[in-house]
Nanobody, 123 residues
Framework: HVQLAEYGGGSVQAGGSLRLSCAAS????????MAWFRRTPGKEREGVAY????????AYADSVKGRFTISYDKAKNTLYLQMSSLKVEDTATYYC????????????????WGQGTQVTVSS
């Protein structure tokens, strides 16, 4: 199993930037399909960015493409989400997640989740 812990959330004004980090521990000597999801009250979890830690290919939701960058540092076992040009609608609780043996973008297919970190963007 792998344990995930996010940090780096906070409050920022629209147009600003923020970087989220997710430290992985436990069974990190294998590759995972990792992702950042976000959730706002009353809405379903939304996958915003995905990365395969083996080959480092990435994918993004249309809503964040060109503004967010996902990356993974193998030496530190840490997942990042660099968020730029933030909008009020990016306000949410952000979660990192990991999936082994697959590349599904469905939240239900990710077995490992962090506790979440709040991002608030004000106008």
């Amino acid at each position: 199993h792998v344990q995930l812990a996010e940090y780096g959330g906070g409050s920022v004004q629209a147009g600003g930037s923020l970087r989220l980090s997710c430290a992985a521990s436990g069974d990190t000597n294998r590759d995972y399909y990792m992702a950042w999801f976000r959730r706002t009250p009353g809405k379903e979890r939304e996958g915003v960015a995905y990365i395969y830690t083996g080959l480092l290919f990435t994918a993004y939701a249309d809503s964040v493409k060109g503004r967010f960058t996902i990356s993974y540092d193998k030496a530190k076992n840490t997942l990042y989400l660099q968020m730029s040009s933030l909008k009020v609608e990016d306000t949410a609780t952000y979660y990192c997640a990991a999936q082994k043996g697959g590349s599904s973008e469905r939240a239900d297919d990710f077995a490992y989740w962090g506790q979440g970190t709040q991002v608030t963007v004000s106008s």
